[in-house]
C-alpha cells in the first residue's frame, strides 16, 4: 500500500510471472483490499493456481485485507484436501469475522470426519473472534464432550469470553472430579484471559480448592490480570497459610503486579523458604518491595539479608532460570546494594547473567 505504485502497476507487476512468486506474493493485499474487478481477476488467476505454500501466505493476507467480499475466495479453500491449506482459509475468514465465519466454523468444530487439527484450528479461531455466535458455537461444542485435545482448545476460547457468560462451564469443570486434572488445569489458566469478574472465582480456587495444581494455576491466572492491582492483602493471606511451596511460588509471582505490598509481611515469608524457587519467589516480591521504599527498613533488610543470596544464587551453577530471576530480584530492588551487585555480576563469566545484569545498570535510576 505505500509503495508508490498506482493499482495498475501494481497489478502488472503481480502477474509477471518471469519474476518469482516469492517477490510477487504480497501484492496480495492491495489487490484484495481495492476489489476492483481487475484487482479481482488478477488475485484470482494466480491465487487459484498457486502451489500450496504460497496459497497458505497468501490466504493469510487476503484476511487481513478486510474486504468482507474476500469471504468468498477463502470459503472454497475449506473443502481444500491439503490441510494446511483448509487451516489457512480458517484463520482467514477469522480474521474478517461475522456470523456467517461462525456458522461455517461451527460445522467444522461438529465434524468428525474433519483431521483433528483443522477442527482444532477452527476451535482456536473461533476462541479468537470474540462474537456472541463463536462464543455459542464454542460452547455448544463442549457441551458435545470432545476429545480432550479439542476440549482444551475450546476452553482456551471460552477464556477469553466475559466471565459471567461462561462461569457455569467453567466452575462445573474446576470443581469436578471426574473430569482429568490436566484438563481442569487448563480450565483455570485460560481464565487468564478472561473478564475481571473473574478474578474473585480465581482467588477463590487459589485459597480453597483442594487440589494444589489447580491452586497453582489459579495464582498464575491471577497474576496475569495485571490491571488487578488491589490483591496485595489477599494475595499474602494466602501465602502464609499455603502448604504447598509451588503454589506459594506462584502466589509471590501474583504478587508482583500489586500496587503496594506489605513489607514486613513480604519479607518475613520469604526469609522462611526453604525451596529454591519459592525462595527467590519471594526475593523478587521482596526486592519489588524494596524498590518502591528506597531508604526503608524493608531496604535495608534486603540489601543486609538477601543480596549476598542473590549474588551466591546466580554465580553458583544452579538451573539458568534460577540464576535469571535472582538477577531480576536485584533489577527490581535498584538500592546501591542492588546495582553494586549487578555491577559484580556484569562480569560473571555466563553470557546471559552478564548480559542481563548490564541492562539492568543501563535502565536503573540511581
Known amino acids: 500500500m505505500k509503495t508508490g505504485l498506482s493499482l495498475e502497476e501494481t497489478i502488472t507487476l503481480f502477474l509477471d510471472e518471469s519474476t518469482d512468486l516469492h517477490q510477487r ?9 481495492e476489489g476492483t474487478p481487475e484487482s479481482i481477476a488478477a488475485l484470482r488467476k494466480i491465487f487459484d493456481s498457486a502451489p500450496a505454500g504460497h496459497k497458505i501466505y497468501m490466504a493469510g493476507l487476503i484476511g487481513r485485507s478486510g474486504n468482507p467480499h474476500a469471504k468468498d475466495w477463502l470459503k472454497p479453500l475449506l473443502s481444500d484436501p491439503n490441510e494446511a491449506i483448509v487451516r489457512a ?3 482467514g475468514l477469522g480474521v474478517l469475522g461475522g456470523d456467517d465465519v461462525s456458522r461455517k466454523l461451527d460445522l467444522i468444530l461438529k465434524d468428525g470426519t474433519r483431521p483433528q487439527a483443522v477442527r482444532v484450528q477452527a476451535a482456536i479461531t473461533l ?19 470432545p476429545s480432550d485435545e479439542l476440549m482444551a482448545e475450546i476452553l482456551h476460547g471460552l477464556g477469553k469470553t466475559r466471565y459471567h457468560e461462561v462461569a457455569p462451564v467453567f466452575e462445573t469443570l474446576i470443581a469436578s472430579r471426574e473430569a482429568p486434572l490436566e484438563l481442569r488445569a487448563v480450565a483455570v489458566e485460560a481464565l487468564s484471559e478472561s473478564s475481571s469478574d473473574a478474578i474473585p472465582y480465581l482467588i477463590e480456587v487459589a485459597g480453597h480448592h483442594e487440589e494444589p495444581d489447580l491452586r497453582a494455576s489459579a495464582a498464575w491466572a491471577v497474576s496475569a490480570h495485571g490491571s488487578a492491582g488491589y490483591l496485595a492483602p489477599r494475595l499474602m493471606d494466602l501465602a502464609e497459610t499455603e502448604p504447598e511451596a509451588e503454589v506459594r511460588r506462584r ?28 525462595r527467590i519467589a519471594g526475593f523478587n516480591a521482596a526486592g519489588q518491595v ?3 521504599m528506597p531508604g526503608s527498613k524493608a531496604a535495608a533488610v534486603f540489601d543486609a539479608e538477601i543480596i549476598p543470596e542473590l ?7 544452579n538451573s539458568l ?13 535498584n538500592t546501591p546494594a542492588a546495582r553494586q551487585a549487578l555491577k559484580t555480576l556484569s562480569h560473571c563469566d555466563a553470557p546471559q547473567i552478564s548480559t542481563a545484569a548490564r541492562n539492568g545498570l543501563r535502565t536503573s535510576n540511581p
Open 25 to 33: 506474493r504480497f501484492h496480495v493485499y492491495r489487490l484484495a483490499r
Open 89 to 91: 482459509a480458517i484463520r
Open 127 to 145: 476462541g479468537s473472534m470474540g462474537s456472541a455466535a463463536a462464543t455459542d458455537a464454542l460452547l455448544e461444542a463442549f457441551s458435545e464432550n
Open 251 to 278: 502466589l509471590y509471582e501474583a504478587m508482583l503486579s500489586q500496587a503496594s505490598l506489605p513489607a514486613d509481611r513480604v519479607l518475613s515469608a520469604a526469609l522462611k523458604e526453604d525451596e529454591p524457587a519459592t
Open 290 to 292: 524494596a524498590g518502591r
Open 311 to 317: 549474588l551466591r544464587t546466580a554465580n553458583q551453577p
Open 321 to 333: 532460570n534460577l540464576r535469571m530471576r535472582a538477577v531480576f530480584a536485584l533489577r527490581r530492588a
